[in-house]
């Protein structure tokens, strides 16, 4: 009954210039980082990958045992990856075991795809521990706005991501107090089969769903009586604005990104 | 059953970037049928205190025993005493979910193993005590008024028979109609069971009007244990922390130091703590000065 401690977002607190640089670059830069990894295909691009995320992990402070836990859904994934591409790749046999056959290629591309996942993961989580989720969604907001002239309703879309996630932990504390007070009930959400589990949840549901309604009439009714009527001439409490140090991560970034890309097609590595 | 809280200390979120201390040292005992109100700031640790009596939460340190038997044992003893203790939580009409209120009501004794036709006797003595009966017993809780559907979520919890009864801010948010309700609700169940009783509440004048014993939490520490008017004597230190003292008691220390009456000589006690009280010794003053 712990639901307190599930972080979502987890966003991770602390004073850096990883945490203070505008979403914006923050969000390009991690979709930056992601495409380059796909491009790197040698050990020694990789070590410059790692070197520059290292260095953004090390500056951000952010414990690493802290982004190491965003491993742990994924890890079987990872190794399951890691399996098929030792087995299954053709080439220089090395070592066979009845039908499984270890190649050299195939060490290579299970180690690539090893380091390449987690990477992913370490990069994509180093976006949303250094970046509060609502500074997230308006720098989606502002990255959106262009395809605006093509139909997207950029600002609506990231109102309800916004709304959600700020939801997210009431919704907790709430399914959290109902589950507290169905259990001095009696209610038990833990034993039983699959069908006896299910029925269990109906306590909990169906008290939630009332509360959710609840809290969205609530916001609607608070939102409305503002005069919020969407994104049109809206203008920002906190404007987001692009500093020097915006300027320096997209050099570092876009050097980064130069020597990956040259090293791949001059193969200079 | 008796109720004994040792050295109760609560760390949230151990060990992670938000700890906190959210109780501290806590020590008290109560016996069979006593009547114990809780007070303390917002955020002093009440919520925390309860939850940890029927082993909700468990303590970071220290121990709660029941009848003498720790709450967080592992035995079947130990589970059995912890489904005496009825616990009311703030705002529990948002646990209310079936189609009528006698199916309500019904959810908790079945839970205990109770038959159909039990659960619905002692649904109906418990929905009788709160004062919820006739046709409504068959109506959808959603379509009840605020006060009645606390009513409802309370008697939930009474018919599960408890002996330790835990009311959670029940007056929180109603109109003066629903608080009197309740407060009638309460008293009725002291009269009719011999339950033990713990009331978190921020009013003072209800405390003073029902409780036998106050106990006073400031941040997570117990600060205060005593009878009401032994409590309420220490105004000046209640107000310190931000709580108040009964109104009535707050009109008889204003009159006791009102320059007119020290001029004719008169003399009255500003102990007392309802209104009740205060009326006996303004009449006593009338008496004297007759």
Not at chain 1, 96 to 119: C, D, H, N, Q, W
Not at chain 1, 162 to 173: K, S, V
Not at chain 2, 8 to 20: A, D, K, V
Not at chain 2, 157 to 173: Q, R, W
């Given at each position: 009954?712990?639901?307190?401690?599930?972080?979502?977002?987890?966003?991770?607190?602390?004073?850096?210039?990883?945490h203070?640089?505008?979403?914006?670059?923050?969000?390009?830069?991690?979709?930056?980082?992601m495409?380059?990894?796909?491009?790197?295909?040698?050990?020694?691009?990789?070590?410059?990958?790692?070197?520059?995320?290292?260095?953004?992990?090390?500056?951000?402070?952010?414990?690493?045992?802290?982004?190491?836990?965003?491993?742990?859904?994924?890890?079987?994934?990872i190794i399951?990856?890691?399996?098929?591409?030792?087995?299954?790749?053709?080439?220089?046999?090395?070592?066979?075991?009845?039908?499984?056959?270890?190649?050299?290629?195939?060490?290579?591309?299970?180690?690539?795809?090893?380091?390449?996942?987690?990477?992913?993961?370490?990069?994509?989580?180093?976006?949303?521990?250094?970046?509060?989720?609502i500074?997230?969604t308006?720098?989606?907001?502002?990255?959106?706005?262009?395809?605006?002239?093509?139909?997207?309703?950029?600002?609506?879309?990231?109102?309800?991501?916004?709304?959600?996630?700020?939801?997210?932990?009431?919704?907790?504390d709430?399914?959290?107090?109902?589950?507290?007070?169905?259990?001095?009930?009696?209610?038990?959400?833990?034993?039983?089969?699959?069908?006896?589990?299910?029925?269990a949840?109906?306590?909990?549901?169906?008290?939630?769903?009332?509360s959710a309604?609840?809290?969205?009439?609530?916001?609607?009714?608070?939102?409305?009586?503002?005069?919020?009527?969407?994104?049109?001439?809206?203008?920002?409490?906190?404007?987001?604005?692009?500093?020097?140090?915006?300027?320096?991560?997209?050099?570092?970034?876009?050097?980064y990104?130069?020597?990956?890309?040259?090293?791949?097609?001059?193969?200079?590595? | 059953?008796?109720?004994?809280?040792e050295?109760?200390?609560?760390?949230?979120?151990?060990?992670?970037?938000?700890?906190?201390?959210?109780?501290?040292?806590?020590?008290?005992?109560?016996?069979?049928?006593?009547?114990a109100?809780?007070?303390?700031h917002?955020?002093?640790?009440?919520?925390?205190?309860?939850?940890?009596?029927?082993?909700?939460?468990?303590?970071?340190s220290?121990?709660?025993?029941?009848?003498?038997?720790?709450?967080?044992?592992?035995?079947?003893?130990?589970?059995?005493?912890?489904?005496?203790?009825?616990?009311?939580?703030?705002?529990?009409?948002?646990?209310?979910?079936?189609?009528?209120?006698?199916?309500?009501?019904?959810?908790?004794?079945?839970?205990?193993?109770?038959?159909?036709?039990?659960?619905?006797?002692?649904?109906?003595?418990?929905?009788?005590?709160?004062?919820?009966?006739?046709?409504?017993?068959?109506?959808?809780?959603?379509?009840?008024?605020?006060?009645?559907?606390?009513?409802?979520?309370?008697?939930?919890?009474?018919?599960?028979?408890?002996?330790?009864?835990?009311?959670?801010?029940?007056?929180?948010?109603?109109?003066?109609?629903?608080?009197?309700?309740?407060?009638?609700?309460?008293?009725?169940?002291?009269?009719?069971?011999?339950?033990?009783?713990?009331?978190?509440?921020?009013?003072?004048?209800?405390?003073a009007?029902?409780?036998?014993?106050?106990?006073?939490?400031?941040?997570?520490?117990?600060?205060?244990?005593?009878?009401?008017?032994?409590i309420?004597?220490?105004?000046?230190?209640?107000?310190?922390?931000?709580?108040?003292?009964?109104?009535?008691?707050?009109?008889?220390?204003?009159?006791?130091?009102?320059?007119a009456?020290?001029?004719?000589?008169?003399?009255?006690?500003?102990?007392?703590?309802?209104?009740?009280?205060?009326?006996?010794?303004?009449?006593?003053?009338?008496?004297?000065?007759?």
């Amino acid at each position: 009954m712990a639901i307190k401690d599930i972080t979502l977002g987890q966003y991770y607190p602390a004073e850096s210039p990883v945490h203070r640089l505008d979403p914006r670059t923050k969000i390009v830069g991690t979709v930056v980082y992601m495409v380059s990894l796909f491009c790197v295909n040698s050990f020694s691009a990789f070590a410059l990958s790692i070197l520059l995320l290292g260095t953004v992990i090390a500056v951000s402070k952010v414990p690493l045992r802290f982004i190491a836990k965003g491993l742990k859904p994924v890890l079987i994934l990872i190794i399951l990856t890691m399996l098929i591409n030792l087995f299954l790749t053709p080439g220089e046999l090395l070592l066979s075991l009845g039908p499984l056959k270890v190649t050299e290629e195939g060490i290579y591309r299970a180690a690539f795809m090893a380091l390449r996942l987690v990477l992913l993961i370490f990069g994509s989580s180093m976006l949303t521990l250094t970046t509060k989720p609502i500074q997230l969604t308006d720098g989606m907001e502002a990255l959106m706005k262009p395809f605006e002239k093509i139909g997207l309703p950029a600002h609506e879309l990231a109102m309800m991501m916004t709304i959600a996630l700020r939801f997210i932990p009431t919704l907790m504390d709430e399914t959290d107090k109902i589950m507290k007070a169905q259990t001095a009930r009696g209610a038990d959400f833990e034993s039983g089969n699959f069908k006896e589990k299910a029925k269990a949840l109906v306590p909990l549901l169906v008290p939630l769903f009332v509360s959710a309604f609840r809290i969205a009439g609530d916001l609607a009714m608070a939102m409305e009586a503002r005069c919020y009527r969407g994104g049109e001439g809206r203008t920002r409490m906190n404007p987001m604005r692009y500093s020097g140090r915006d300027g320096a991560a997209a050099l570092i970034l876009a050097l980064y990104l130069a020597v990956i890309i040259f090293s791949r097609t001059l193969g200079l590595f | 059953m008796q109720l004994k809280v040792e050295k109760l200390t609560h760390i949230y979120s151990e060990g992670l970037p938000f700890e906190s201390l959210a109780m501290t040292d806590v020590s008290f005992t109560m016996e069979q049928g006593e009547f114990a109100a809780l007070i303390g700031h917002t955020g002093s640790g009440k919520s925390t205190l309860i939850q940890h009596i029927n082993g909700l939460l468990k303590p970071t340190s220290g121990h709660v025993y029941l009848d003498g038997v720790d709450v967080n044992e592992k035995s079947p003893e130990a589970r059995a005493l912890r489904r005496r203790i009825g616990l009311v939580f703030q705002y529990p009409e948002y646990q209310l979910f079936e189609e009528t209120v006698l199916k309500d009501v019904c959810f908790g004794p079945k839970n205990l193993g109770l038959s159909e036709e039990e659960a619905e006797e002692v649904s109906r003595e418990a929905l009788a005590l709160v004062g919820i009966t006739g046709e409504k017993l068959e109506r959808s809780p959603f379509n009840l008024s605020g006060g009645e559907k606390r009513r409802v979520a309370i008697a939930g919890v009474l018919a599960m028979d408890p002996e330790l009864l835990i009311l959670d801010e029940p007056t929180a948010g109603l109109d003066p109609r629903g608080h009197a309700e309740i407060l009638d609700a309460v008293r009725r169940i002291r009269e009719k069971k011999n339950m033990s009783i713990i009331m978190v509440s921020h009013n003072m004048d209800d405390v003073a009007s029902l409780a036998d014993r106050v106990l006073v939490l400031e941040d997570g520490r117990l600060i205060m244990d005593g009878s009401p008017r032994e409590i309420f004597a220490r105004g000046e230190e209640l107000r310190a922390i931000g709580l108040e003292i009964p109104s009535a008691k707050d009109f008889m220390e204003k009159l006791a130091k009102m320059p007119a009456l020290k001029e004719k000589g008169l003399e009255i006690d500003d102990g007392a703590i309802t209104i009740d009280e205060a009326q006996e010794e303004i009449l006593k003053l009338f008496g004297s000065k007759a």
